[in-house]
């Protein structure tokens, strides 16, 4: 692993996909709508497992941002609402309401006086074996799926 830096994101609708010994799996990142300033850990690695999980923005012309992550076969499915000071997220098993979390989003100053980010929830997918991280400032988020310990999505944006 090394370290590295997403700055200046204009990514849209960009597809990237790894090869496994026997199929190509997608993973895809989502349109990054503003600047995004965050470091994160990332290994250049060959998938062995599918990240089943597929993004699409519901809203990100104005504040708060929306967006919802679905199964590929369509059963399972997240809404993520992100407010200035919370995260609500709500779960859907074949179109019905099945759950619903709220988090506190705070931020922090660093040394300089600047807001830095938070990395303020982390989910774990149902079956146990994967894991969703964010980072929220005032404007930007972040947000990285890893499944089997293995990156295989990044999802970033601005509130508008």
């Known amino acids: 692993m090394f370290l590295t830096q997403i700055s200046e994101a204009t990514v849209r609708n960009f597809t990237f ?4 010994e026997s199929e190509r799996l997608p993973a ?15 290994a250049f690695v060959t998938l062995a497992t599918a990240c089943d999980v597929n ?24 809404l993520y609402h992100f407010d200035k000071f919370q995260q ?4 859907r098993l074949k179109g019905k309401d099945c759950g619903m979390h709220t988090t506190e989003v705070a931020t922090y100053e660093d040394k300089d006086g600047e807001k830095g ?4 929830n982390t989910v ?3 079956e146990g074996n994967g894991s969703a991280t964010y980072w929220v400032t ?11 310990g293995l990156l295989c ?3 970033c944006g601005g509130r508008g």
């Open 138 to 148: 005032e404007d930007k988020w972040a947000r990285m799926v890893a499944r089997m």
């Open 17 to 20: 996909r790894t090869t496994s």
């Open 153 to 155: 999505a990044i999802e």
């Open 28 to 42: 895809t990142f989502v349109t990054a709508m503003s600047a995004l300033h965050a470091y994160i850990f990332f």
């Open 55 to 78: 993004v699409t923005f519901i809203s990100m012309t104005a504040k708060p941002v929306f967006f919802q992550m679905k199964s590929f076969d369509g059963s399972l499915s997240q």
């Open 117 to 120: 980010p938070l990395i303020h």
């Open 88 to 91: 609500e997220q709500k779960l």
């Open 124 to 126: 774990s997918l149902l």
